[in-house]
């Protein structure tokens, strides 16, 4: 299985009451993040099975606009093991109901999602690894430990797309 664990993209400022904070949706930015996170995976021809997503509405939201930008069309489903306040024992649970599928796209939260990723890359939990919002990493699990082949963040993202956009053949003649 190849396992994509993304941080849900940027939802303003974190709001003192839980029951607010977990109603607290995308900002615009957030929005433009996703849309670039799920061009950049597409570009990269990431194909999911399934995308499972926290119950809170700025990680849903994460996984609906980037499942549109991949061309999902099934339903996203939702976990309560990528909640903010989930173990990692939850998280292998949830991961082995779909151990059988080749593609599988989470969207969670930190610092949980950055501390599952540290966990499954190295078996103790001893590597850090620093997610931005909208961030999205590549983990193959197949390997024993399972190998982490990349993280992209939104502005890794954006200056990829900006030497691309660059002229690439070098202007020959000055008549």
Same mark, same amino acid.
């Given at each position: 299985? @190849?396992?994509?664990?993304?941080?849900? !993209?940027?939802?303003?400022?974190?709001?003192?009451?839980?029951?607010?904070?977990?109603?607290?949706? #995308?900002?615009?930015?957030?929005?433009?993040?996703? $849309?670039?996170?799920?061009?950049? #995976?597409?570009?990269?021809?990431?194909?999911?099975?399934?995308?499972? =997503? =926290?119950?809170?509405?700025?990680?849903?939201? &994460?996984?609906?606009?980037?499942? &549109? +930008? #991949?061309?999902? +069309?099934?339903?996203?489903?939702?976990?309560?093991?990528? !909640?903010?306040?989930?173990?990692?024992?939850?998280?292998?649970?949830?991961?082995?109901?779909?151990?059988?599928?080749?593609?599988?796209?989470?969207?969670?939260?930190?610092?949980?999602?950055?501390?599952? #990723?540290?966990?499954? @890359? &190295?078996?103790?939990?001893? *590597?850090?690894?620093?997610?931005?919002?909208?961030?999205? *990493?590549?983990?193959?699990? +197949?390997?024993?430990?399972?190998?982490?082949?990349?993280?992209?963040?939104?502005?890794?993202?954006? =200056? $990829?797309? *900006?030497?691309? !956009?660059?002229? %690439?053949?070098?202007?020959? %003649?000055?008549?």
């Amino acid at each position: 299985m @190849i396992l994509y664990l993304m941080r849900h !993209a940027n939802a303003g400022l974190r709001r003192d009451n839980p029951v607010l904070d977990a109603k607290r949706g #995308l900002i615009r930015e957030g929005k433009d993040q996703c $849309i670039l996170m799920g061009r950049m #995976l597409s570009t990269l021809k990431v194909q999911v099975d399934v995308i499972v =997503s =926290s119950p809170l509405k700025r990680a849903l939201q &994460t996984a609906q606009f980037v499942g &549109t +930008e #991949l061309g999902y +069309e099934a339903r996203v489903e939702v976990n309560p093991a990528l !909640a903010p306040d989930a173990d990692f024992a939850d998280f292998q649970i949830m991961l082995a109901q779909y151990a059988n599928r080749e593609g599988i796209l989470v969207v969670g939260h930190n610092p949980n999602l950055f501390q599952f #990723l540290g966990r499954l @890359i &190295t078996g103790n939990g001893g *590597a850090g690894v620093r997610m931005r919002k909208g961030s999205v *990493a590549r983990i193959d699990m +197949e390997k024993h430990p399972p190998l982490l082949q990349w993280l992209i963040d939104p502005r890794m993202a954006r =200056s $990829i797309y *900006a030497s691309v !956009a660059k002229r %690439s053949r070098p202007k020959t %003649s000055r008549k």
